[in-house]
């Protein structure tokens, strides 16, 4: 990457101004300049309660609305998409958008809500967890199992060759 691009590209990111170097994972810990805006903006002119037959609140519900298809569209949702049938394309057939305040928080709602699902209808209790992933994303799912969850840790091994980094997931360990 040349040095004027990479300028560009931090300029885009306020916090990467302050002198400190982060090391922390991809989470969205820094986020673009453009990003604040839409956030401050939002705040400011139309931050409000969904459902309410006022101008902000129905502002609100339109700018969320929008940041969903964004998004969706982003992840190239019902873009079509060569050799796949109508109503397969990518982002399609598995359900929509959903925005959280971060990744932890999405996760710790779908463990809840699968564990809900399950005592309405009992079976599939068994939840495989790759040891090598983020803390966040596997202690939502140790959280349910005293609610008859049988968590079952997927360790990792190292790659034959390559970088460390590359942990892939033992099929060994699934058989037990």
């Not at 170097?21 to 705040?43: C, E, T």
């Not at 049938?85 to 809840?112: K, N, R, Y």
Request: glycine share 10%.
């Amino acid at each position: 990457m040349n040095a004027d691009l990479a300028s560009l590209a931090r300029s885009q990111f306020p916090a990467l101004d302050r002198g400190t170097i982060f090391l922390d994972n991809a989470g969205g810990s820094q986020i673009p300049i453009q990003a604040i805006d839409a956030v401050q903006r939002h705040f400011l002119e139309c931050y409000s309660q969904f459902g309410g037959e006022y101008p902000q609140s129905m502002r609100a519900a339109q700018t969320v609305k929008a940041a969903h298809r964004v998004v969706k569209a982003y992840l190239n949702g019902g873009t079509p998409t060569p050799n796949r049938p109508a109503g397969f394309e990518l982002g399609q057939g598995s359900g929509d958008v959903i925005l959280g305040s971060s990744s932890t928080a999405l996760i710790h709602l779908i463990a809840g809500a699968y564990a809900d699902a399950h005592q309405k209808q009992p079976g599939r209790n068994r939840i495989i967890i790759r040891t090598a992933a983020h803390e966040a994303n596997v202690w939502p799912w140790g959280k349910i199992e005293p609610r008859g969850f049988e968590i079952v840790p997927w360790h990792c091994e190292p790659p034959a060759s390559g970088p460390r980094s590359a942990l892939r997931p033992n099929i060994a360990t699934l058989k037990s």
